[in-house]
């Protein structure tokens, strides 16, 4: 069995679908803003296993109001009784601490309350961790393009970079239009995306100086097109593979885990998509073809 | 490239073995110190405290200035240079000079031997002050490297008074280290609740005697509000001893009425001067400072000359433990602030392994029987490639001695899902080979050959990202780093070697008959 999709012919209308979610998104992640967690905006979290029944959510609400802790919000987290607290207070001074707030909180809800997990960012803290992780992504796409780079054209690490970029804009855009919360995790999702989408690419994209090189008379959109045939299957069955692992992830491996999942599935699914329909169509934008490889074998 | 050299193949299951047996070996109690080696359980799983501790030396700072005022105008006096206008702000020292001083001046400033005002820091080569002359007024502030120089003492001191407070609470393994400039970082395993440890943490511990006078005068005295009456006492500023000359204290109950007390002992030079200066003042009430707060005042009944006392107070047992405890490690030379505190209870870090392993398990099934279903023969190969993959991951984790974290196990379990991409590019390739080449095993070599390149540069690419994750990463990001960057390693070298030779197996029994891939 040989794939031939003509590709080719959809590149138009990928495209055209590819700028409108990017804009989107852009426009999503610009006025709606992103959720970010206690780890970049400050603050503190709480997570309650409450074992009474008799306890409902507005009863941990109520229990954590009257406490002056700013904008406090409750939500049902996972299993049954259980909750996460998150309030924008990032500094304690010495009357009032965490000690007093779980005290407080016994004292109104009972003392089957189990204090899970309890984090608290400073404003400090929470700026630094978000600029080391932009400088994080920005290091990795730069060291990664220089790869490519070295390995390729520069055309190549143009439509890979674009590539990139659409991947994680999207994905950033899914997560600003269904608030979910952007915290360290999810940069490490996004690099992990960053690192798929890339890895994908240069699949092809491999496929695509072989046949240049091969078939040094055809077109680059047909070479393209080939190559994308070539390779189709194996896009697949990876995309299907990681995939398994990650829904396995996100449905078993707790609620701690549940975003990072859900970002990683979103990036595979848009990483594989960018690169066939953004990464290979740039590289007929930029009108690549035998020429270009051949100047870098000249060069080497 | 099938052909494999029998030395090749013995060295490269050596290894294989080598290294996943630390895997096995994790779960085996063993005496061995060389095959003690485990994974360590990050504080999101084994349940734990972390708390990153601020030091702010600001104070420190200020200090430092107001010390330089008195050998500053010493030193300015002997060497006869007139000044006036004396200002002491927060950051400086301001004062004018006589034009023709100026020059004089700054001979004296940096003046390196015997200057004891303005000291040289031979480790940074340079001056602890610095100054600025304009219109004649003179600037002297501390210089960037004097300010470095208090700041790295006041973290490495600290450190210590740390490190002592908490093997004292007796917290099992805990883990204290300097993180940047101004920072120590504490890892506490096992602790469920840290607001004992913080409230210890967050206290100076300053002690000091002084006496109480009947003047009221400002100058030279202060006045303090006593804790247990309530009593307003005027107390001179003049230190008599502070809890440098402590080498023991224990929380112990009076004799007279069973209240909680701090037993104290002094040091050599300690007990002179308590001696003396009790002796001198019998009848006069000693006042006990502690971080600026007047705890008691009693009366000197009678000389005191063994170095032994006792503190009494509003306590119960456990505040007296407390004090004790902070009085024996020592006072920290400025508060300490938390700027972050991460806290898992040891029934969620139970939960998190057991969905982790969990989602691992189940993951790892269906990649498995994906695998099968879409390759037959060469699936099992693949499988065989994914479980030697999953154990020299483990193995090489273990002889690391890694931390594994929750978003760790994830790292884990996105390697299997994308380790079998490896295996999946070869046999596509292959399977293209097949159609063009008649010969099977140059069909397998050709298809091997072309696909490494790709796997290669495929795997650098997520390799490159991994590493700098894991540099710029921290905790339980760095933990997902580090699995992830293992993976890629163990999955390059699984597909390079374990799946070619077994490949290569199948290959040479059926040289001659059609293989379906």
């Known amino acids: 069995m040989k794939n031939n999709y003509n590709f080719e012919s959809k590149f138009k209308l990928a495209n055209l679908i590819s700028f409108f979610l990017v804009i989107g998104s852009l426009l999503l992640i610009i006025f709606k803003g992103l959720n970010f967690g206690i780890d970049f905006k400050g603050g503190t979290l709480i997570e309650l296993r409450i074992d009474s029944k008799n306890v409902r959510i507005s009863d941990v609400r109520s229990a954590f109001s009257n406490m002056n802790l700013g904008d406090v919000n409750v939500k049902e987290f996972g299993k049954e009784g259980d909750y996460l607290i998150k309030f924008e207070k990032k500094t304690f001074n010495k009357n009032e601490s965490i000690k007093t707030i779980k005290d407080n909180v016994i004292n109104k809800l009972g003392s089957e309350v189990n204090f899970r997990r309890v984090e608290s960012v400073g404003p400090k803290v929470s700026q630094e961790l978000l600029n080391s992780g932009m400088l994080a992504i920005s290091l990795a796409l730069g060291a990664m393009l220089f790869y490519i780079w070295v390995r390729f054209e520069w055309q190549f690490s143009l439509g890979s970079i674009l590539a990139i970029f659409h991947d994680v804009l999207i994905t950033m855009g899914l997560f600003s239009l269904l608030s979910l919360e952007i915290n360290l995790s999810i940069v490490a999702a996004v690099l992990t995306i960053v690192g798929y989408s890339m890895n994908d690419t240069v699949v092809i994209y491999d496929r695509i100086r072989e046949n240049l090189r091969k078939f040094s008379s055809l077109k680059i959109g047909e070479i393209s097109n080939t190559s994308i045939n070539e390779t189709l299957s194996r896009t697949i069955i990876t995309s299907v593979t990681t995939l398994l692992a990650l829904f396995s992830i996100f449905i078993l491996g707790g609620e701690i885990l549940r975003g990072f999942a859900l970002a990683m599935i979103i990036g595979v699914l848009v990483g594989t998509y960018s690169s066939i329909f953004v990464a290979s169509p740039i590289l007929k934008y930029l009108n690549v073809s035998f020429k270009t490889i051949e100047k870098e074998n000249e060069e080497a | ?517």
């Open chain 2, 1 to 517: 490239m099938l052909n494999f050299s029998k030395t090749k193949i013995i060295f490269i299951y050596l290894l294989f073995f080598f290294v996943s047996i630390f895997a096995i070996l994790n779960f085996i109690e063993t005496n061995s110190s060389f095959l003690k080696k485990k994974i360590n359980l990050g504080l999101d799983l084994q349940g734990g405290s972390y708390l990153l501790l601020e030091v702010d030396s600001s104070s420190l700072e200020k200090k430092a200035i107001q010390s330089k005022v008195l050998p500053l105008k010493k030193k300015l006096r002997e060497d006869s240079i007139k000044f006036d206008n004396f200002i002491i702000s927060e950051k400086s020292i301001k004062f004018n000079l006589k034009e023709e001083d100026i020059k004089k001046f700054e001979t004296v400033f940096n003046e390196k031997k015997g200057n004891n005002f303005n000291i040289f820091l031979d480790q940074y080569n340079a001056f602890e002050l610095e100054y600025k002359i304009l219109n004649s007024q003179v600037d002297v502030f501390l210089s960037r490297h004097g300010v470095i120089n208090i700041r790295s003492a006041a973290v490495n001191q600290s450190i210590e008074i740390v490190r002592r407070r908490i093997d004292e609470i007796g917290t099992r393994e805990p883990s204290i280290l300097k993180r940047g400039s101004n920072r120590i970082l504490v890892e506490l395993p096992g602790v469920k609740d840290p607001e004992r440890i913080k409230e210890l943490l967050g206290k100076t511990a300053e002690l000091n005697f002084r006496l109480v006078t009947n003047d009221q005068n400002e100058f030279g005295n202060e006045k303090f509000i006593l804790q247990v009456t309530q009593e307003e006492i005027s107390v001179s500023k003049r230190i008599i001893l502070s809890g440098e000359n402590l080498i023991d204290a224990q929380p112990r109950y009076d004799n007279f009425n069973n209240q909680p007390i701090v037993a104290f002992s002094l040091d050599r030079l300690g007990s002179q001067r308590f001696g003396q200066v009790t002796t001198k003042n019998i009848g006069k009430r000693i006042a006990i400072i502690l971080d600026g707060e007047a705890i008691s005042a009693p009366v000197i009944q009678d000389s005191i000359t063994g170095g032994n006392g006792t503190i009494s107070g509003n306590f119960t047992f456990q505040t007296a433990t407390d004090l004790a405890l902070l009085l024996r490690s020592g006072a920290l030379p400025t508060p300490l602030i938390v700027a972050e505190e991460r806290t898992v209870g040891p029934d969620l870090g139970k939960d998190s392994i057991k969905s982790g392993v969990i989602s691992l398990i189940v993951g790892f099934l269906l990649v498995i029987l994906f695998m099968i279903l879409k390759y037959r023969y060469f699936g099992i190969v693949a499988n065989i490639a994914l479980v030697s993959n999953l154990l020299m991951l483990i193995g090489v984790l273990t002889l690391m001695e890694a931390t594994l974290t929750l978003p760790g196990i994830a790292g884990i379990i996105l390697t299997v899902g994308m380790a079998v991409d490896a295996n999946v590019l070869i046999f596509e390739r292959i399977k293209e080979e097949l159609k063009e080449e008649a010969n099977n095993i140059q069909a397998f070599d050709l298809g091997f050959k072309k696909s490494i390149v790709t796997i290669l540069d495929a795997n650098i690419t997520t390799l490159i990202a991994s590493i700098i994750l894991f540099i710029f990463g921290t905790g339980p990001i760095k933990g997902f780093a580090v699995t992830l960057s293992v993976g890629l390693i163990t999955t390059l070298f699984s597909a390079y070697f374990i799946s070619r030779h077994l490949v290569s197996i199948i290959v040479f029994k059926n040289k001659e008959k059609k293989i379906l891939i």
